[in-house]
């Protein structure tokens, strides 16, 4: 872990304590206006894939004819006003692993299965905009998580190997996704409790991104 030049972030979940709120306003809307019931379960289901699985997810849990365009306009309304009333929740030592990365120059990028406007949206809420080197979002690739596209494309943006790259995820999806690029990747649970494949696949998992230090520095 010495050698690594290279920290790629997932951002929801991850950096920020997103999920709960992307939750909150799509249990709101599903059962509000459509009358379907929508638990935990079905949400995390959606964590670490890009908009077109989640498409597709959603058409699996409630049929072919339910897409996210239904839900998309009142979903982004609710969810802007629940981020204005509760504000953007910076994750436990988050910014420990980026003062810790500068002193160390190593480089370090965001690749998020959320769009661009997104990623920028919450980094400049948060006060983290020049904390990156750069970031790419599920867009930018033809597949997104659990494919390894977009950990892939930041090595080859940043001009690093996947063996000297490390991946901080939340999800099994985004585990899935450094695996096949790979990359080792550490493990920062949030919504989801690691499970057997996450226990057997992830470097480490740890509880907050301040104890990736010590794991960098092992």
């Known amino acids: 872990m010495k050698d690594v030049k290279l920290v790629i972030f997932d951002m929801d979940g991850l950096l920020f304590d997103t999920e709960r709120l992307y939750y909150s306003a799509m249990k709101q809307v ?13 949400y995390k289901r ?19 004819d339910f897409s996210m365009e239904l839900i998309l306009e ?3 309304q609710l969810f802007s006003q629940i981020l204005r009333e509760e504000g953007l929740q910076v994750k436990k030592g988050a910014k420990d692993i980026l003062d810790f990365l500068d002193n160390k120059g190593i480089k370090k990028c965001i690749a998020s299965s959320s769009s661009r406007e997104t990623i920028q949206n919450n980094l400049s809420m948060a006060g983290l ?3 990156f080197d750069f970031y ?3 867009s930018e690739v033809k597949r997104g998580k659990p494919y390894p596209d977009i950990f892939l494309g930041a090595c080859q943006r940043a001009n690093e ?3 000297s790259s490390l991946v901080l995820e939340d999800s099994l999806n985004g585990l899935r996704a450094a695996t096949g690029a790979s990359i080792n990747c550490i493990i920062v649970p949030d ?5 057997e494949e ?19 520095e092992s």
């Open 30 to 42: 599903m059962e509000k206006k459509w009358g379907c019931d929508f638990p935990l379960e079905n």
């Open 46 to 64: 959606f964590i670490g894939v890009d908009d077109r699985e989640c498409d597709d997810v959603m058409k699996s849990l409630y049929g072919k």
């Open 74 to 76: 009142d979903y982004y």
């Open 129 to 131: 905009t020049d904390r």
């Open 136 to 138: 790419m979002s599920g």
């Open 161 to 163: 190997v996947p063996g």
């Open 191 to 195: 919504l989801i409790e690691p499970n």
């Open 198 to 216: 996450i226990k057997k696949h992830a470097y480490k998992i740890v509880s907050d991104l301040s104890q990736v230090i010590d794991v960098i």
